[in-house]
C-alpha cells in the first residue's frame, strides 16, 4: 500500500478496488448493484493583488463515492462518499467495504419504504418504479491526460513570481486602475470508476485555470471586470497560452492586460 497521497495511489489498488467491488452485491442477500467512484489530486496555486503577493499553497486532494442498488419486493439505490487523506490509506479497501454497506443499509430502507407504499397506495403504486440502470456495454479502459508542463514539477515560487509581474503589469498599464486580482492554479486529477457489472476506467487529466480581475476608475465613474482561462492541459496554458483547431488562449499575461485595457 503506497504511504502518501498521489495520483499514483490509483493504479495501485486498482485491481483490489475491482475486486471489492465486482463481488460486493453477491455478498448481500438483497445486493443488485454497486459502483465505486475515487479520485485523488495534486495541485497548486498562487494568488497576487495590486503588484504583490497574496497568497500560494499546494495540496491533494482524496475522496470517493459509492452507489448501491438494493432490495427485495422493491429496487431502491443508496449512496455514500466521504474526503479521506493518508491516514486512510493503509486501510482503504477496509473504508471503501465500510462505505458500501453504508450505501447498502440506505438502499434497503429505501426499497422497504418504496415497497410498503405501493401497499398502501394500491391504483397509484406503479408510479413508484424500481431503480434501475440503461443496458451499456461495458468497458475496461485507461485514458491519459495532456500536458507539457506537468503541474506538479512547476515549483510554487515560480507561479507566484508570475502572477505577481502579471498583477504588476496590470497595475502600471493606467493611473485609473485602482485593484487588480491575478490567480493561477493547476492540478492533476486521476480518478477511477469500477462497477459490478465489470467497468474498470481509470482517466488522468491536467486542469488549469487563470483568473483576472480588475477595477478601474476614472472622472466619471467606476468599472469592473473579470475573467477566466483555463482548459484541460498544464501549466503551459499560463505561461505560453493554447493554439489548437478549436481552442485558442493567450496566456496569462496578456489575457490579464486586454482585460484591463478594456475596464479602462
Not at 503506497?2 to 438483497?30: G, M, N, T
Amino acid at each position: 500500500m503506497p504511504e502518501k497521497v498521489s495520483i499514483d495511489v490509483i493504479p495501485q489498488v486498482r485491481d483490489a478496488v475491482f475486486d471489492l467491488v465486482s463481488s460486493y452485491p453477491r455478498s448481500k442477500r438483497f445486493g443488485k448493484y454497486a459502483d465505486v467512484r475515487l479520485e485523488v489530486s495534486e495541485g497548486k496555486g498562487a494568488v497576487a493583488e495590486n503588484g504583490m503577493d497574496k497568497f500560494s499553497a499546494e495540496d491533494y486532494g482524496f475522496a470517493f463515492g459509492v452507489r448501491v442498488l438494493a432490495g427485495d419486493k422493491a429496487i431502491a439505490p443508496g449512496y455514500f462518499g466521504e474526503l479521506i487523506g493518508t491516514a486512510d490509506l493503509p486501510r482503504l479497501n477496509q473504508r471503501l467495504r465500510e462505505a458500501l454497506d453504508h450505501a447498502y443499509e440506505r438502499a434497503s430502507a429505501s426499497a422497504a419504504s418504496k415497497a410498503a407504499a405501493r401497499e398502501r397506495f394500491g391504483a397509484l403504486a406503479g408510479s413508484l418504479y424500481d431503480m434501475t440502470l440503461a443496458p451499456i456495454e461495458v468497458r475496461q479502459d485507461t485514458v491519459d491526460g495532456t500536458w507539457e508542463l506537468d503541474p506538479r514539477e512547476v515549483p510554487l515560487e515560480d507561479a507566484s513570481k508570475y502572477v505577481r509581474e502579471v498583477s504588476e503589469r496590470v497595475k502600471g498599464l493606467d493611473s485609473g486602475v485602482v485593484f487588480n486580482y491575478i490567480s493561477a492554479a493547476t492540478q492533476l486529477e486521476r480518478q477511477l470508476f469500477v462497477s459490478s457489472e465489470g467497468a474498470n476506467i481509470q482517466q488522468t487529466m491536467a486542469v488549469t485555470q487563470g483568473t483576472c480581475f480588475v477595477v478601474a476608475q476614472g472622472p466619471e465613474g467606476a468599472q469592473e471586470l473579470y475573467d477566466f482561462t483555463g482548459h484541460q492541459r498544464g501549466w503551459e496554458l499560463i505561461t505560453h497560452g493554447i493554439q489548437e483547431e478549436f481552442i485558442q488562449f493567450d496566456h496569462l499575461m496578456d489575457f490579464s492586460l486586454e482585460i484591463a485595457r478594456d475596464t479602462i
